[in-house]
C-alpha cells in the first residue's frame, strides 16, 4: 500500500479517528510515515503556539449598534464579484441587463449598418436603483432569440475551439498559488437577438413610476435592433465538484476561484432609427438616473465603446493598460474580488477571488 | 422566514465572535479585530441577504482576507503591540517576559503577513476553531484538500518564523 499522504496525516493530528481501517494499519506498521507525523506534529504544535492571541472581550450588543447605525456609505473595500456568491445573481442579471440596455441606447444608426462594434470600453458609474429599473428591459420592448444561446461545458480547451467557431481559447502563463490549475471550459457558438421596441409596454412601464412617458421620436415604435453576440469561451478555475461528504448541502459547492472570458466583440444593427434619437429617448425615461443619463452621455464615440456597468455603492473602478490596450479595473487588493476587462479584437474579461494586481498579471500574461 | 432585520441580527450574534476571533488571531490586538468584524459585517449587511446559506462562510473568509490585508498595509506594528496586547499573558506574568510574548507575536504576524494569501487563510481560520469543513467553505475548496494546504502552511510559517527571527 502506498504511503499515507500528508494531508491525511495533518488531519490525524486534528483526528485520530477520521483515518481509515486500511490507513490506520498501514501506519501502525510503517515506521516512514510514523516518523512523517511526528514532524508534521511538531509543527502544528509549534504553530498553535506561536498563533496564540490576546484575549478578547466582546460585547455584542453594542457592536451589533454600531453596525447597524453604520451609514449606507461606500464601504471601505466592498466589492463582490457576480459570480462568488449566488446570492448576488440579481446583481449579475441586472448587470448584464445594464450591459444590453447601454449598448442599445448607444447603437442604431438608419439603414441595416453594424452600428456598433465596441473597440473600446468605459466605465460607467450605476447606482442599485438604476440596476433595478434597468433590470425590467423587458418592459421597454421585446427581446427574440433568432439564434439561441447555447453555452456548453466541454472537455478541453480544443472542444472549447471547436465549439466557439475556431476561436483560440486564451491560455495562462502565470496563475498565482492561491488558485487552483484545475480548469473547467465552457463555450458557445455565436447567438443573435432582435430586441423589437415597444412604445405601449414602454408606457406602461414609464405608468408604474407614477411619471409621463416623455414624447416619442417617429418610427420609434417597433424599432428592430439586431444583437449578434460570441462565439464565447469560458475558462473557471478551481474545483467546482460538490463535495462528497456525508453531510453534503448545495453549500458545498466550491466557487470559481477565477474566470477567464473571452468573446467576439457584440454586434448591433438597426432599421429605423437613429442612434441619437434612441440614446436620447431612452435616457429620459423615468427610472433611469439623471447620473446614469449624463455619465452615458459623456461618452466619446459610443458606437466604438462598450460600457462597462459599475455599482458605484460596491465597487470601485479605474482605467488601466492590458496588453496596451485600454481596460477598465474593478475592485482592489484585499483578495476578495476584482476583475479587468478590455478589448483587443474580442471582448476579454479575468474575473476572481484574487487582488488586482494578480488580476493584471493574469491579464498580462494571456496567450490569446 | 425572518425579516432581514431579525435575520441579520441572528446571523450576528452567532456569528459576531467567531468573525472577530479570526481577526483577533491575525492582528493579535482585540480593538482592531473588532473593527475588522464590524467592517465586514457592514459589508455582508450591504451585499447580501443574512438568510443566505453562504452567509457563515462569506464572514469568515472576509474576515480573514480583510485582516491579512490590513496585517500586511501595517507600518506602525511594533508601536502598537508594545503599547497594547493585554492578553493572557499580562495577567500573569512579569513586564519582561510580556515584553518577550509581544516581540514573539510581532515576529509571527510579520511571517504570517508574508505568506500567501489562501495558506495564511487556511491557518488563521483553523486556529480560529473552525472545523475542515468549514474552512473549505470559507476558502472554496474541497474539505479533502484542507488536511494538506493546513500541513504545507504551517511549515511554511515555521520556516518564515525562523527566516524573520535570524535576520
Known sequence: MAHLSDGTLRRMFDDPDALTGSDRRHYVDCAGCQARYSGMADDARAVATLLAAPELRLDVASALKRVEAAPAAKPRFGFSLPILSPASRPMFAGLAAAAVLVALVVTAFAEILPLFQPKTVEPVPVTVADLESLSALSDYGTLTWTEKPTPQIVLSAADAQNVAAGMHAPAVTYLPSTVSSTVTYAAMPKAEAVFTFDAAKAADAAAKTGKPLPTLPAGIDGAKLTVKVGPAIIEVFGNLKQSSSANASSNDINLPQLVIARSSAPVVSSTQVSAQELENYILSLPGISPGLASAVRAIKDPSTTLLVPVPVEYASSSKVKVKGVDGVALGDNTGLGAAVIWINGDVFVVAGSVSQIDVLKIAEGLTV | ?167
Request: proline residues 3%; glycine residues 6%.
Open chain 2, 1 to 167: 422566514m425572518k425579516s432581514r432585520d431579525e435575520a441579520f441580527e441572528a446571523l450576528f450574534k452567532s456569528e459576531y465572535a467567531r468573525v472577530a476571533g479570526i481577526a483577533n488571531r491575525v492582528l493579535a490586538d482585540s480593538h482592531e479585530a473588532e473593527d475588522v468584524a464590524q467592517e465586514v459585517f457592514i459589508n455582508f449587511h450591504r451585499l447580501h441577504s443574512a438568510n443566505a446559506q453562504f452567509a457563515p462562510a462569506w464572514l469568515h473568509r472576509a474576515a480573514a482576507h480583510t485582516a491579512l490585508n490590513r496585517l500586511r498595509g501595517r507600518r506602525r506594528r511594533e508601536k502598537r503591540e508594545l503599547a497594547q496586547a493585554p492578553g493572557e499573558a499580562e495577567r500573569t506574568v512579569d513586564p519582561q517576559r510580556m515584553l518577550e510574548v509581544n516581540e514573539d507575536r510581532r515576529l509571527v504576524r510579520a511571517a504570517l503577513a508574508r505568506l500567501a494569501p489562501k495558506p495564511a487563510a487556511v491557518l488563521v481560520l483553523r486556529a480560529s476553531g473552525l472545523s475542515y469543513a468549514e474552512v473549505g467553505q470559507a476558502l472554496g475548496v474541497g474539505t479533502g484538500q484542507i488536511g494538506t494546504m493546513l500541513r504545507r502552511a504551517e511549515a511554511a510559517l515555521r520556516k518564515e518564523v525562523t527566516r524573520g527571527t535570524s535576520l
